[in-house]
């Protein structure tokens, strides 16, 4: 398995500057890379605000979302008249930015700066995330259809000049997430339906194109800090094993991996222990995302070799992208992953 994972965005001027860094610093350590969701992207889901207001067959709703984690969502309903069934989501962008990227992937690739082998990672926001976010809670299922219609069609259009070879898709699951940590905004959503949607998430990924989960905190920019920060702090790893053991039961192809934040303060036997019930085929990566800048090698050092007492064969990661940092702070980062020591794979 490859050593580092990259979970998503990088904060670095553009996707050239992203593949010069990944190859300077972990050529050798990465199997996929992303384009770093530079620009505008790099507030995650933030991006697809305009892209909801398009719609016209949507109308803006009285009510909101967002506020706890101090970014304000506009909310969507169908207009008067429209039925959910006809409503459908334009070009959400995602395979605009992937094609573009693409071209400057190859010749990375090209040039020796990444290797041959070496994956291009698109990461997709859930369904269940985009639609929580951007429509009110009234009409979420009944949009939730049409949603993943777009997000059909966004694959299909990367596939029409990426070859599935040469791809590798990244679900985000936050929202997943909460609901199986029980802490989730008010939804209608129960942990068998986020296994669900999950499942579906998986579907839409052609057997070719290599599948990942990303299962994630959130990740909200901090002005404090200057970092971004979880809405929570995951009590240990057991909602994240409970979340991957079902759905690994339920998607019936490969899961090339699957991504695990850990808290910076988190070097305890307690916070790792459940992931001894983790149930994953061998051909399922597990990465642990807990590379943090703050504490450098030494302290991604600690929490690898008490991770390593209770699972084998990890990968690393930082927590969730790395947007939301300081750019100075991009390339050290990096360094970090390729500096820490992995135990040998069993």
């Known amino acids: 398995m490859a050593r580092s994972l990259l979970v998503g965005s990088l904060n670095l001027e553009s996707p050239d500057a992203v593949f010069a860094a990944v190859g300077a610093a972990l050529r050798e350590d990465v199997a996929r890379v992303p384009d770093g969701e530079t620009g505008e992207r790099l507030g995650w889901i933030f991006s697809l605000a305009p892209r909801f207001a398009a719609v016209d067959a949507l109308e803006l709703a009285p009510a909101s979302w967002g506020e706890h984690i101090d970014h304000h969502f506009d909310q969507y309903r169908p207009r008067d008249g429209v039925a959910p069934e006809d409503v459908e ?34 990461a997709l926001p859930t369904a269940f995330m985009a639609v929580m976010a951007f429509v009110d809670i009234e009409h979420r299922d009944a949009l939730i259809p049409a949603y993943e219609r777009a997000l059909a069609r966004e694959i299909a259009r990367m596939l029409e000049v990426i070859d599935p070879e040469r791809l590798a898709i ?10 199986t940590e029980g802490v989730s905004p008010p939804v209608t959503w129960s942990f068998d339906d986020a296994v669900a949607q999950v499942g579906r998430m998986a579907a839409l990924v052609p057997e070719r194109v290599e599948l990942g989960f990303h299962h994630c ?51 305890d036997d307690d916070f790792f222990a459940p992931l001894r019930e983790l149930r994953r085929p061998e051909e399922t990566e597990l990465y642990l995302g807990l590379v943090h800048f703050e504490d450098g090698a030494a302290g991604t050092q600690r929490r690898v070799d008490t991770a390593a007492r209770h699972v ?33 794979r069993a």
């Open 89 to 122: 989501f334009g070009n959400l962008g995602y395979a605009d930015d992937a094609i573009a990227s693409y071209a400057r992937f190859r010749a990375a690739v090209e040039s020796g700066t990444l290797r041959d082998d070496t994956r291009f990672q698109v």
């Open 170 to 179: 990244q679900w985000d699951t936050p929202c997943e997430v909460s609901i």
């Open 217 to 267: 905190y959130g990740d909200p920019p901090d002005a404090e800090s200057g970092h971004g920060k979880h809405w929570m702090e995951p009590r240990d790893a057991g909602a994240m094993v409970r979340l991957t053991n079902a759905m690994l039961d339920q998607i019936d192809r490969r899961v090339d991996w699957v991504h695990m934040p850990v808290p910076i303060e988190r070097d």
């Open 312 to 344: 084998v064969s990890f990968g690393v990661a930082t927590e969730c992208g790395i947007g939301r940092i300081p750019r100075d702070e991009v390339v050290p980062t990096l360094e970090i992953h390729r500096d820490v020591l992995l135990p040998p």
